[in-house]
């Protein structure tokens, strides 16, 4: 085996700038595959997000790329993936990464709220996914994964019913794409991070970050790289019997009820 876990693979990284000085899971991401061999299209409506991702990669020996586009747009998923191959000449992992909130509950529920939600963490997931599945096929195969979230899975500490309707619909497809590829060779899986702290949640204040360390059984605080180090693998050939699962990246949260880690919290 290659002392690096991506060497000769293609990627695409999807939100792979970030929000303010905190690295963000795509960020994260692409410099782990980078730094693990695999040359990188780094995709984001915000280029100059992009770009400073670019300049850490090729600071560290990396080979990345930019592209700007709106992923909730078919058209630019389409010329997205074309893009890869024209630079690249093939394609072998995609980490859709790109989300946006959705808050309230389903009483309260808005139009442009839902829509935002939908569009931005499960549409473009899907039509990333469109263009990239015949691509990695004609390649020999090659690794989705999908981020969703722990308020996929469960209610979460927020009434937010677009984004948790949306993150859970990445489940679902992410389930249904392994089944449907998997003799393509095209194995798809899904992440779920917990309470981490990252650009997402950086307006969180001190009290709300220690509640959120303290229900998970852990302990402690998980990061960006605590995702992008479970994307390597789920994208190395290390995991290449592994298609169709939900990995939760949430210091054993999922395992817990509310009153097994009570005394913890108070």
């Not at 078919?74 to 893009?83: L, P, R």
């Not at 980490?95 to 946006?100: D, P, Q, R, S």
């Not at 060779?185 to 990252?198: D, E, F, S």
């Not at 220690?210 to 402690?220: M, N, V, W």
């Amino acid at each position: 085996m290659s002392d690096k876990r991506l060497q000769d693979r293609v990627a695409i990284v999807t939100g792979a700038g970030t929000r303010g000085p905190m690295v963000g899971t795509g960020q994260a991401t692409a410099i782990l595959f980078a730094q693990q061999g695999a040359k990188v299209l780094l995709v984001d409506l915000e280029i100059e997000r992009a770009e400073e991702t670019q300049s850490t990669i090729e600071a560290d020996g990396g080979q990345a790329s930019v592209f700007q586009a709106d992923v909730t747009q078919e058209s630019s998923c389409h010329t997205m993936v074309d893009i890869c191959l024209e630079r690249y000449g093939a394609l072998h992992i995609l980490f859709n990464n790109v989300g946006t909130d959705g808050l309230g509950m389903v009483t309260e529920v808005e139009d442009t709220v839902w829509n935002r939600a939908l569009d931005g963490n499960l549409k473009s997931a899907v039509l990333a996914c469109k263009y990239a599945v015949p691509k990695m096929s004609d390649a020999g195969g090659g690794a989705i994964i999908n981020v969703s979230s722990i308020d996929g899975l469960r209610a979460g500490m927020t009434p937010n019913i677009p984004y948790a309707v949306a993150k859970g619909g990445l489940v679902t497809l992410t389930k249904a794409m392994a089944v449907h590829h998997g003799r393509q060779n095209v194995r798809v899986n899904c992440i779920a991070p917990g309470h981490l702290h990252a650009p997402f949640v950086a307006e969180f204040s001190e009290e709300q970050r220690e509640l959120r360390r303290k229900a998970g059984p852990l302990g402690t605080e998980g990061n960006a790289w605590d995702v992008a180090w479970a994307a390597v693998f789920l994208a190395s050939e290390e995991s290449r019997w592994i298609s169709g699962i939900v990995l939760p990246i949430d210091a054993g949260l999922l395992a817990a009820t509310p009153l097994s880690v009570l005394n913890h919290i108070y």
